[in-house]
């Protein structure tokens, strides 16, 4: 697995294992060396009290999904819409070049966001499926102008990053060229899925990359399917826009 797949993935395990951590040290300890604990009176819970810890949790349980991304402060950065479509935002570039969907609960990490000589935009961004135990990293590196004679140069060298000895499809759509593929594989990690793409402007030269991933949640089994994931993959993809520069 590429470098930046296992740092993005380590972001996500870490924001992960962070609610769960918290979640576990509000357990109420039963035993102290052995010995039963004796409860304060004064705070010994009422129903109402537990009523609306419950009430709480609930609220809790139903915003680790769905309200992730906007109420991350350096993701809603990058919002320019919320709720486009069930499930998921818009998202645009900091070098406004480009927007694209990004799931609700997708996580943008300022560390996994560069700008290169305000031409050059590289940004990671996770989200999770928890019901099913998986982790997802979208990788997108975009160029705002690339000269057209190292076109193959670059997909050539994309080949070798994403780790694929294939050849491309191709299609047009949505006023780009689309280079794509997939694949599955397995390292100590465990299984992960792959599917990625290169797109260039048919207008310009503008030029972006973009780079799916799927993995199991921190060696937890789940169920990989090549063809479920690429349906997701390829709703992101096929969500990008190239904007006028």
């Known amino acids: 697995m590429k470098k930046w797949l ?16 918290a979640n576990d040290q509000q357990e109420p300890e039963e035993e102290v060396n052995g010995e039963e604990t ?8 009422t129903p109402e009290d537990d009523d609306a ?23 809603k950065e990058f919002l320019v819409s919320t709720d486009v479509e069930p499930g998921f935002h818009q998202m645009r570039g900091k070098l406004d070049g480009f927007e694209m969907l990004i ?12 700008i290169e000589n305000d031409a050059v935009e590289t940004l990671i961004y996770t989200f999770n499926n928890h019901s099913e135990k998986k ?15 190292v076109k193959q140069n670059y997909l050539n060298v994309f080949k070798d990053e994403v780790g694929f000895d294939g050849e491309y499809k191709y299609v047009e759509a949505n006023g780009l060229e689309i280079y794509y593929g997939s694949f599955e594989d397995e390292d100590k990690y465990g299984p992960y899925l792959r599917y990625f793409g ?13 780079s799916f991933a799927a993995m199991c949640q921190g060696g937890e089994e789940c169920s990989l399917s090549l063809e479920e994931e690429a349906g997701l993959a390829e709703k992101l993809m096929y969500s990008i826009r190239l904007l006028d520069q």
Do not use: W
Not at 55 to 73: K, P, R, S, T, Y
């Open 135 to 149: 982790l997802y990293d979208v990788k997108l590196m975009y160029y705002r102008k690339y000269p057209e004679e």
């Open 103 to 114: 799931p609700e609960n997708g996580i943008i990490s300022d560390l996994l966001h560069d």
């Open 198 to 210: 290169y797109l260039f402007s048919i207008d310009d030269n503008q030029s972006i990359s973009f």
């Open 38 to 45: 004796e409860e304060d009176p004064s705070t010994e819970q």
């Open 53 to 75: 810890e419950q009430e709480g949790e609930n609220e809790g349980v139903e915003n680790n999904e769905d309200f992730l991304a906007v109420e991350d402060e350096f993701t």
């Open 6 to 21: 296992t740092i993005s993935t380590l972001c996500a395990v870490f924001l992960i294992g962070g609610c769960n951590t």
